[in-house]
């Protein structure tokens, strides 16, 4: 039996490939590890049956036989250490391969997601022009730090990893507001995870969950 992932059944982000079974899709397109996926409405995913899974109630989780695992990026490490093809083999840069993982999730996707919030829910808030600049300035300070590192490189460590996976995942959700643009090399990063097969099956994917739930 495939593993089976959850998604939503309408996405909020309109099927743009946003949410968060994105990266576990895609990391599942990049192994070719066939998946099944079981749609879940708002209502659903703060049901018990699904708490069981994930305890906060969001998606995706990950099933497969006895191993049940919530949280985009712990799936997407199990992926990676299962099937060949998104760690290197040489144990010094799988390590490596994996702190970016943690990089992406840790260190630059905070101030995106803070960003996001500021943007959907703080605009009507007196202090949200005052707030704002700082925000998108601790972007610009990661977002700086991350494109000296990356120089003229395709990736991050030589081939592309789950650590390129993951940090891609994170900056298409800046790909909107602009400031990808002010560092010409990460809009070029980005340009090329996309292009690349595994992930175009695995954003086609989700958008046709979109397509489907819009003609409902």
């Known amino acids: ?4 992932i959850t998604a939503f059944a309408n996405a909020p982000d309109r099927g743009r ?7 576990v899709r895609w990391a599942l397109e990049e192994v070719g590890q066939p998946y099944d996926v079981r749609l879940l409405s708002f209502s659903e995913m703060k049901q018990a049956s699904h708490r069981a899974l994930h305890p906060f109630g969001q998606i995706p989780t990950y099933e497969d036989g006895g ?6 990026g712990a799936i997407v490490l199990h992926i990676a250490e299962r099937h060949a093809g ?15 993982m943690f990089a992406a999730l840790s260190s ?5 997601l803070d960003l996001t919030i500021a943007v959907i ?5 007196a202090w949200y022009e005052q707030r704002l600049p700082r925000v ?4 610009r300070e990661r977002l700086r730090d991350l494109s000296v590192r990356l120089g003229n490189a395709d990736w991050l460590d030589g081939a592309f990893s789950a650590g390129d996976l993951m940090m891609i995942t994170v900056l298409r959700r800046l790909k909107a507001s602009g400031l990808l643009d002010e560092y010409p090399n990460l809009p070029a990063y980005v340009a090329r995870g996309e292009a690349r097969p595994a992930f175009r099956r695995a954003f086609d994917a989700q958008l046709a969950v979109f397509a489907a739930a819009s003609r409902n």
């Open 1 to 4: 039996m495939p593993p089976t």
């Open 17 to 23: 490939g946003l949410a968060r079974d994105m990266g």
């Open 67 to 72: 191993v049940v695992l919530f949280e985009s």
């Open 86 to 100: 998104l760690l290197p083999d040489e144990p010094e840069g799988r390590a490596r391969a994996i702190a970016w």
């Open 108 to 112: 630059l996707e905070p101030p995106v």
């Open 121 to 125: 829910v703080e605009r009507n808030e």
């Open 136 to 139: 998108k300035d601790r972007i």
